[in-house]
C-alpha cells in the first residue's frame, strides 16, 4: 500500500489595535530561524503539535513569543495557506484578534530583534511575501490562498 503524504501546519496571528481611528498591526523580526531570518512576519507563528487543536497552538505560541494571553473566542479566522516551499508543504491557518491581556515583548530575543506595531495600510518593506498575502487576506476577506505552486 503507498504510504499517505504527510503535510505540516502552522498557525499564524495578526494582532491589531486601533488608535486615533487607525488600525495597527503588531510584527516581529526574525532572526537565527532560518526561515525568512531578517524580515518581518505576524506576530507570532508556530508548529502545531501532537494532540494540540489549530486554536490551543495560536494561544500557546502567543504566550510564549509574546507573552500576552488570548481568549480561544477572541480568536477570528482569517485565511488558510496551503504553500509550498522548496521542498516542504504547508497548511498555514492564519488567525486575528485585537483582544489581549498583557503587554505584548520578545519573549524569544534569540529569534526575534524587533517587535513594532505597524500602521496596516504602510506595512515595511521587508515584510516577508507570504506574510503580505496574509494581511491582504484580511483586510479583504480572502480566506483561501496558495503560494509556490507552478501554474
Same mark, same amino acid.
Given at each position: 500500500?503507498?504510504?499517505?503524504?504527510?503535510?505540516?501546519?502552522?498557525?499564524?496571528?495578526?494582532?491589531?489595535?486601533?488608535?486615533?481611528?487607525?488600525?495597527?498591526?503588531?510584527?516581529?523580526?526574525?532572526?537565527?530561524?532560518?526561515?525568512?531570518?531578517?524580515?518581518?512576519?505576524?506576530?507570532?507563528?508556530?508548529?502545531?503539535?501532537?494532540?494540540?487543536?489549530?486554536?490551543?497552538?495560536?494561544?500557546?505560541? %502567543?504566550?510564549?513569543?509574546? /507573552? #500576552?494571553?488570548?481568549?480561544? !473566542?477572541?480568536?477570528?479566522?482569517?485565511? *488558510?495557506?496551503?504553500? $509550498?516551499?522548496?521542498?516542504?508543504?504547508?497548511?498555514?491557518?492564519?488567525?486575528? %484578534?485585537?483582544?489581549?491581556? /498583557? #503587554?505584548?515583548?520578545?519573549? !524569544?530575543?534569540?529569534?526575534?530583534?524587533? *517587535?513594532?506595531?505597524? $500602521?496596516?495600510?504602510?506595512?515595511?518593506?521587508?515584510?516577508?511575501?507570504?506574510?503580505?498575502?496574509?494581511?491582504? /487576506?484580511?483586510?479583504?476577506?480572502?480566506?483561501?490562498?496558495?503560494?509556490?505552486?507552478?501554474?
Amino acid at each position: 500500500m503507498k504510504e499517505r503524504y504527510m503535510i505540516k501546519c502552522a498557525v499564524f496571528l495578526i494582532l491589531t489595535k486601533y488608535e486615533n481611528n487607525q488600525e495597527y498591526v503588531l510584527l516581529q523580526k526574525r532572526q537565527n530561524t532560518g526561515i525568512i531570518d531578517g524580515e518581518y512576519d505576524v506576530s507570532c507563528t508556530g508548529h502545531l503539535e501532537v494532540n494540540e487543536s489549530l486554536t490551543e497552538a495560536m494561544i500557546r505560541e %502567543t504566550k510564549e513569543e509574546l /507573552g #500576552i494571553v488570548i481568549k480561544p !473566542e477572541d480568536l477570528m479566522f482569517v485565511n *488558510l495557506m496551503h504553500a $509550498k516551499y522548496q521542498k516542504n508543504d504547508y497548511i498555514q491557518v492564519c488567525y486575528s %484578534t485585537d483582544k489581549f491581556e /498583557g #503587554i505584548p515583548k520578545i519573549m !524569544e530575543p534569540n529569534k526575534c530583534s524587533d *517587535l513594532s506595531w505597524f $500602521k496596516i495600510d504602510d506595512l515595511p518593506k521587508d515584510l516577508s511575501d507570504t506574510r503580505k498575502i496574509m494581511i491582504e /487576506g484580511y483586510l479583504n476577506n480572502n480566506n483561501y490562498t496558495e503560494y509556490g505552486f507552478d501554474k
